[in-house]
């Protein structure tokens, strides 16, 4: 008897330590889990917009729309007036930027 209920203690306490550590898992970030570029050293200082937001600002005309995808997926679809710098070719063609100019980037 004694053999049983130390088996269905044993076996309670992994599945309460299985399900704290899925718990667990669940309340990280959803930034862990998503992809990055390697070596993503975005600056604090740039905002990532929701589609809500970026369409307001294209439709105001307010945005300078970059595509940073590859010239061939430009070629294929983009975005009506946006710039085709793909990210490779970005650090060297920001000098050829308006610094005042709000610039929103978009991939893939």
Same mark, same amino acid.
């Given at each position: ?14 599945? @309460? ?8 898992? @669940? ?79 978009? @991939?893939?």
């Amino acid at each position: 008897m004694f053999d049983q209920i130390l088996k269905r203690t044993t076996l309670f306490s992994l599945f @309460c330590l299985g399900l704290a550590l899925v718990l667990a898992a @669940c309340a990280l970030p959803q930034t862990l889990g998503a992809p990055q570029a390697q070596g993503d050293d975005t600056p604090e200082e740039v905002i990532r917009l929701s589609l809500e937001e970026a369409r307001a600002a294209y439709n105001d005309g307010e945005a300078l729309f970059i595509d940073v995808r590859s010239a061939s997926s430009y070629a294929s679809s983009h975005i009506p007036g946006a710039l085709s710098i793909p990210l490779a070719e970005l650090d060297k063609r920001m000098g050829d930027l308006d610094p005042e100019q709000w610039i929103i980037t978009y @991939c893939t």
